[in-house]
């Protein structure tokens, strides 16, 4: 079953929320259980896998890094369980400097402020690398797509933990 | 996920943290970072003229597995050679540390650094 396919979307990074959720609802009223309460034992069966298939088509576009996670999947490049590793020393130390700076923002005399420009920061190089993955998965080059989607989970892992930390130390 | 006795131990007082300074010449310094959880682990080597290894320091975000892995590859690289360090291999690091297959992906991340920091030397020469 192919994601876009299901929702009748094209494949794109860029998605119609409103309209993923409202073909969601349809297909979701389709193929829910309660809708085949005097089916077979089997068809039973089926529509419970089939309404479990389309919850999950439907979490993994609903959310950006899922998305593009799928996308370049779709062309065999595995992100989220491939074992390998980065070496791009740049990217790498820049996410080191970024952690440390989380670390030391628990003293910051105005932590909501501090903790704001982080976020800015974060959403920034969000940004970079979404628009390179888009453009790379444009132009076919799937490689670089991915690349850009590896170093897009480690910056969605910062900004978690980013939150994390934030909701400890606002939690009076 | 129970950790094991030398995971915890490693992670509760990890050996070697640190940083030295990468524009000193005598100073190899290996990045690396495993997309699958976002963990980031700098390894620093110091190498004598005739290519011993004199002292290793690391800092590592990550969880309790990369930690442990990282502090433990300190211990072992200190005193070796580069072609010594060059072939310790994950499946040692996993077994000393008695690491899940889950987790498996945290001592390759520590052999990788070993790696990195060496490449980065040879190109310093």
Same mark, same amino acid.
């Given at each position: 079953?192919?994601?876009?396919?299901?929702?009748?979307?094209?494949?794109?990074?860029?998605?119609?929320?409103?309209?993923?959720?409202?073909?969601?609802?349809?297909?979701?009223?389709?193929?829910?259980?309660?809708?085949?309460?005097? +089916? #077979? $034992?089997? @068809?039973?069966?089926?529509?419970?896998?089939? %309404?479990?298939?389309?919850?999950?088509?439907? /979490?993994?576009?609903?959310?950006?890094?899922?998305?593009?996670?799928?996308?370049?999947?779709?062309?065999?490049?595995?992100?989220?369980?491939?074992?390998?590793?980065?070496?791009?020393?740049?990217?790498?130390?820049?996410?080191?400097?970024?952690?440390?700076?989380?670390?030391?923002?628990?003293? +910051? #005399? $105005?932590? @909501?402020?501090?903790?704001?420009?982080?976020? %800015?920061?974060?959403?920034?190089?969000?940004? /970079?690398?979404?628009?390179?993955?888009?453009?790379?998965?444009?132009?076919?080059?799937?490689?670089?797509?991915?690349?850009?989607?590896?170093?897009?989970?480690?910056?969605?892992?910062?900004?978690?933990?980013?939150?994390?930390?934030?909701?400890?130390?606002?939690?009076? | 996920?129970?950790?094991?006795?030398?995971?915890?131990?490693?992670?509760?007082?990890?050996?070697?943290?640190?940083?030295?300074?990468?524009?000193?010449?005598?100073?190899?310094?290996?990045?690396?970072?495993?997309?699958?959880?976002?963990?980031?682990?700098?390894?620093?080597?110091?190498?004598?003229?005739?290519?011993?290894?004199?002292?290793?320091?690391?800092?590592?975000?990550?969880?309790?597995?990369?930690?442990?892995?990282?502090?433990?590859?300190?211990?072992?690289?200190?005193?070796?050679?580069?072609?010594?360090?060059?072939?310790?291999?994950?499946?040692?690091?996993?077994?000393?540390?008695?690491?899940?297959?889950?987790?498996?992906?945290?001592?390759?991340?520590?052999?990788?650094?070993?790696?990195?920091?060496?490449?980065?030397?040879?190109?310093?020469?």
């Amino acid at each position: 079953m192919r994601f876009f396919d299901l929702f009748e979307l094209p494949v794109s990074f860029q998605i119609d929320s409103d309209l993923l959720l409202e073909r969601y609802r349809e297909i979701q009223k389709k193929v829910h259980p309660d809708n085949h309460a005097n +089916a #077979s $034992d089997n @068809e039973k069966l089926l529509s419970v896998q089939r %309404a479990s298939e389309v919850n999950d088509a439907y /979490e993994t576009l609903k959310k950006p890094l899922n998305r593009a996670e799928y996308m370049v999947s779709e062309h065999g490049f595995d992100v989220r369980h491939e074992q390998h590793t980065i070496r791009d020393g740049v990217f790498l130390m820049q996410q080191m400097e970024l952690r440390e700076e989380l670390e030391e923002l628990e003293s +910051a #005399s $105005d932590i @909501e402020a501090a903790f704001d420009r982080f976020y %800015a920061d974060i959403k920034k190089l969000m940004t /970079e690398y979404t628009t390179k993955f888009e453009s790379e998965f444009e132009q076919g080059s799937y490689e670089l797509a991915a690349d850009a989607v590896r170093k897009l989970r480690f910056i969605y892992k910062l900004k978690d933990e980013a939150q994390q930390i934030e909701e400890k130390l606002l939690d009076f | 996920m129970a950790y094991s006795e030398k995971v915890i131990d490693h992670y509760e007082n990890p050996r070697n943290v640190g940083s030295f300074d990468k524009n000193d010449p005598t100073i190899a310094t290996g990045m690396v970072g495993a997309p699958a959880c976002g963990d980031v682990m700098k390894l620093q080597l110091k190498i004598s003229e005739n290519g011993i290894i004199e002292d290793a320091k690391f800092k590592t975000y990550g969880c309790g597995s990369a930690i442990a892995s990282s502090s433990l590859v300190t211990e072992w690289v200190k005193g070796k050679s580069i072609e010594e360090a060059q072939k310790l291999s994950n499946t040692l690091i996993a077994e000393e540390l008695a690491l899940p297959p889950v987790k498996i992906h945290c001592s390759i991340l520590a052999e990788d650094a070993i790696k990195a920091a060496i490449e980065d030397y040879k190109s310093k020469k």
